[in-house]
């Protein structure tokens, strides 16, 4: 039992305690607003693992959250519909069910990010990121043009996609269904950047002419990770989809993909752990400040220059040297 | 032609005009020790980085073991076995001296899609890297984090790098650079120790180590080679007094 195992296992048992808390003193809209927390902490864990991991500085990370976003709204719209979502070359009928739309939704996430991989991947640094920009804005203004689907007005949903045993509608048992998600999607990550996997991702990080002078072919592999990490925004698009039970064109603005960067960039670049704080701490103070301003933003500016100059590896790079590490 | 185990057919490398390298027919021989001389600029850093595939040759072409390779790259050149170091540091400063030789190692294991398994527990891995860590005197030093090491130690560990997956060709760049004689004097027996198992090229500037390690020298001056012979040869050449070794004497 070290400190930072006491840590988690704490930060853990307070988001499980949450909801009864938050109904003892009648303040119950804080579960509901918490999963949304959840939800994006979830969605920065994935861009962690290329930004944090691997050096690939994505600003379009949100057109995958969007993907899964609309994934299960447009499923859910057909089957209220009547109608299928396509008929050619195989029928495919609308879903309510949520672990299909999962499914689907990474599929989907999947194959865009490996033909707009495939491109944006043979460039580094700025150029990196301005095209994960571009290929972004084509979606955000694709699904503007959707008219079937509201076009720039959005699609509502006719309530939340189902699962067995489990009543989403409910905001407490949605709020645990985040909370899952996350904790199961933290632990894969885990798994992932120490795997055999994850140690070449960290290569071509620090050198990656090194490692291919030492024998890997590092677009592969650093094609690899960036469809993992659109397949776990889009489980967080579809999750905040039905927390919202809305979704529009703004889920895949450059906005969004600005702040899951501040978000892991606040918490702590490549250390999992530090995206779930940033996206936490962010949110919150977005919360919190725009009760008293509209104008937070212009608060939260020195903030986060302050956390940027004195703490390079975000709030949890503090966390750790000066609590966790003081065994 | 079959004893080479790498060697080039006029390779030129022209720079917008600029001649870095100019009809290089550079040989080497199956377990030679090949060292590559010359004053700075002369091409040498441009001649390893077309070896290894790094920069593509404007005209001309490379063979290793008489298959063309010319276009092959660096990955799969590495994964043939030509193995380079660098003549800046290239190791993963953030990774620990083992987590480094690991990764070399881990690159001749077949494909890395593997995601689950902790990779500190893969004990092939590590006995792997340890025995190589030995070798090269850095089994002290296995839990440091390399950007922690000496500038000597981590020359050591650019070396002992390129022998992950037991290449055939090593292409060395400068490995004493900046060590200082001690350390030159260390990592000349080591170098030495692998004479005969791997065939290498070896860019240098240390003179004394040259002296004591070429089975061969080359001699390039404005990206042409001038002469390449025995140690004997290459002293006694009066093109080489001439061009380089005068020079050098005097200013080093």
């Known amino acids: ?327 | 032609m079959t004893d080479f185990v790498l060697h080039t057919e006029n390779l030129c490398k022209n720079y917008a005009g600029l001649a870095a390298n100019t009809n290089l027919n550079l040989q080497l021989i199956k377990g030679e020790i090949h060292a590559l001389i010359g004053p700075n600029g002369a091409g040498k850093s441009t001649a390893i980085a077309q070896l290894s595939g790094e920069l593509p040759p404007s005209s001309g072409k490379i063979y290793f073991n008489s298959k063309e390779v010319t276009g092959t790259p660096v990955f799969d050149r590495a994964q043939m076995g030509i193995s380079r170091s660098f003549q800046v540091t290239s190791v993963f400063d953030e990774m620990t001296v083992l987590e480094n030789l690991a990764l070399a190692i881990q690159a001749h294991h077949g494909h890395s899609y593997f995601f689950w398994r902790n990779i500190n527990n893969n004990k092939e891995l590590n006995k792997q890297a340890c025995e190589l860590a030995q070798q090269f005197g850095l089994e002290q030093h296995h839990k440091l984090l390399a950007g922690a090491l000496a500038h000597g130690e981590k020359r050591q560990l650019e070396v002992a790098m390129t022998l992950a997956g037991d290449p055939q060709v090593l292409l060395l760049d400068e490995p004493m650079a900046g060590i200082g004689p001690g350390g030159s004097k260390e990592l000349t027996q080591l170098l030495d120790g692998l004479r005969g198992r791997y065939s290498i090229l070896l860019v240098e500037h240390d003179m004394d180590a040259v002296f004591a390690l070429a089975d061969r020298i080359s001699v390039l001056v404005y990206g042409e080679i001038i002469a390449t012979g025995t140690v004997d040869e290459i002293r006694n050449n009066e093109n080489v007094q001439k061009a380089y070794l005068g020079h050098t004497e005097s200013s080093c």
């Open chain 1, 1 to 327: 039992m070290n400190r930072k195992f006491i840590f988690l296992l704490s930060a853990l048992i307070i988001l499980i305690l949450l909801p009864f808390v938050a109904e003892a003193v009648d303040e119950s809209y804080v579960t509901s607003s918490m999963s949304r927390v959840l939800i994006f902490a979830m969605a920065a864990v994935s861009l962690d693992l290329i930004v944090g991991y691997g050096a690939m500085v994505s600003f379009g990370h949100a057109a995958f959250v969007g993907l899964g976003a609309y994934v299960a709204a447009i499923l859910s719209f057909h089957i209220n519909d009547g109608s299928p979502v396509f008929s050619f070359p195989f029928s495919f009928d609308g879903s309510n069910n949520l672990l299909l739309i999962l499914i689907v939704a990474m599929l989907v996430a999947a194959i865009v990010a490996a033909l707009t991989g495939l491109i944006s991947l043979r460039t580094h640094g700025i150029h990196f990121i301005m095209i994960t920009l571009a290929f972004a804005q084509m979606l955000y203004y694709l699904f503007i043009s959707l008219d079937t689907y509201g076009g720039e007005d959005g699609l509502l949903m006719l309530g939340r996609n189902q699962l067995p045993f489990i009543d989403t509608a409910n905001d407490t048992s949605f709020y645990y269904l985040c909370l899952f998600f996350l904790v199961v999607y933290i632990v894969l990550s885990r798994r992932l950047v120490n795997s055999q996997f994850g140690r070449v991702i960290k290569g071509c990080k620090l050198n990656e002419k090194r490692m291919q002078s030492l024998g890997f072919n590092t677009y592969w592999y650093r094609l690899t990770a960036y469809i993992i990490a659109a397949t776990g925004a889009a489980v967080a698009g579809v999750l905040l989809a039905n927390k919202t039970e809305y979704v529009d064109p703004g889920l895949f603005s450059w906005h969004l993909s600005g702040e899951l960067l501040v978000m892991i960039i606040l918490g702590g670049l490549g250390s999992i752990y530090g995206a779930v704080i940033g996206a936490i701490v962010y949110l919150l103070l977005e919360q919190v400040l725009s009760a008293y301003t509209e104008h937070w933003m212009f608060y939260l500016g020195p903030f986060l220059i302050f956390v940027v100059i004195y703490a390079r590896h975000g709030i949890y790079g503090i966390l750790q040297n000066k609590v966790l590490n003081n065994d």
